[in-house]
């Protein structure tokens, strides 16, 4: 009931606003641009598909919605400026001080830091909303993990990775180029992968959890992209030439590595449940499901770092989940995931009925990516990671509030791409906010004042 209540709010405030701009907007621009095209326009810059994906119609879909970012909408407001240069004076100059405003606030380090604190910071708020729990229902179980946090999954949001051709190596023996695997390398955001590792190290004397990987994006094979390939970067197999000094590489030592992950729903038959193992031969495995390539998603990749040195994660505690391309795909494709983890008796605690998951993705995004994942009964712990702003430099007033001493440093003052660059990323991730509220694909966070742990108890 609050949630319906909370989205009728916002929808009672946003019609208003929207009307205001429609009157506001001069008429000329929809002579030219048509409403039919506007509104087409504004769905499409919301729209979350499968459509939107793929790689052709994606390049359609950024150029059709690039005026509802910050860029877009300086370039719309620059060419009806100059189009009516000769014309109105007056409106040229307001037009021009709209238009270099917005630029100059998107390029100021201040200004870009504070947007991004200020939603980086909510992430934070929800890493202590996701220990909340109420007092008089907590259980001597749910005190002890208060005491003594663990967690039963580790799940890794999208980004980190980069894939690159394969280039000639001295080390590389000469193979078939389509065998040869991609090189994978770290982006910027790629820290959350190393968090996943150390999280996943500190539990592992005692009850190490699973990794589950979620990340789509695969590329079709075709002429100039990433060929088809084994999961995780899996070495293919091959013919042995002793002469070019090539070991062989058997299908079945391909489907035993394959048959070490925890769950890959690509290969379905190769991950029967617990109980049929301790039944099944292992001269009975090349029969369960057919080994073929599949195309390779960033999944894949984050897989491949995760699983190499220095990380050097087991096989048997990773789990791929190769179809999310955003989080909400995230937040269905993983629940989905756990349930059948769950049939097959590959949990590591099949005893918890609800498991206990540690959520590492950006900084930016955790408190969508929570209250995403808490809207769907998904008991998860936030990790935010790959933060664009340092905490411990935090401008004033997000750091310590309005009542803190104000703190401000010469670098405010100045303008750069940099600061640009992050005003759109938290622009975007406005409008994601926007999108998931008006979805009904958030859970509103715990607002009330009834006593919670680990806050003290009421007396």
Known sequence: MFELLTNLLIWAAAIPIFYFLFKKIP???FDRLGFM???ILVLASFIQSDFGDSTVPGVILRFLTFPFSITGFLFLLLYFTSHRIYKRADLINREILMAFTIFALACNNGFADVFVSYIEKQGENAVKQSYRRPVLNL???????????SF?????????????????????????????PWEVQLTDPGDRLIHAAAAWQEQRNSFPPIIIVSGGRSQPSRNGSRPRNYPCGIAPEVEADRE?????????????????LVYDMRYEGFFPARDEVTRRLTSDLPSVGSLAKTNISTADD??????????????SYIAIEPNSSNIRRSVLNVKELITRLKDKN?????????????LVTSAIETSRAYLSFRHEGLD??????????????????????????????????????EAFYKSELAWQEMKRLILYTLRFWMQPPITDEAPYLPAQRSS
Do not use: H
């Open 139 to 149: 259980t001597n179980n749910d005190i002890e993990r208060f005491q003594v946090p």
């Open 27 to 29: 008429k000329p621009w």
């Open 380 to 417: 998860v712990v936030p990790y935010p990671a790959d933060y664009l702003v340092n905490p411990a430099e935090r401008p004033w007033p997000v750091k310590d509030g309005f009542k803190a001493k104000p703190f401000i440093k010469l670098d405010y003052f100045f303008f750069s791409a």
């Open 244 to 260: 070019a000094g090539i070991a062989g590489r058997s299908k079945e030592e391909v489907r035993s590595q394959l048959a070490d």
């Open 152 to 180: 039963d999954l580790i799940l890794v949001t999208e980004g980190g990775t980069k894939a690159i051709p394969p280039r000639d190596r001295y080390n590389i023996p000469l193979q078939d180029p389509g065998n040869r």
């Open 346 to 358: 590959r949990l590591a605690n099949p005893n918890r009925e609800n498991p206990t998951i540690l």
């Open 302 to 315: 984050m897989c491949w770092v995760l699983t190499r040195p220095p990380l050097s994660i087991p096989f």
């Open 37 to 39: 095209v506007f509104s």
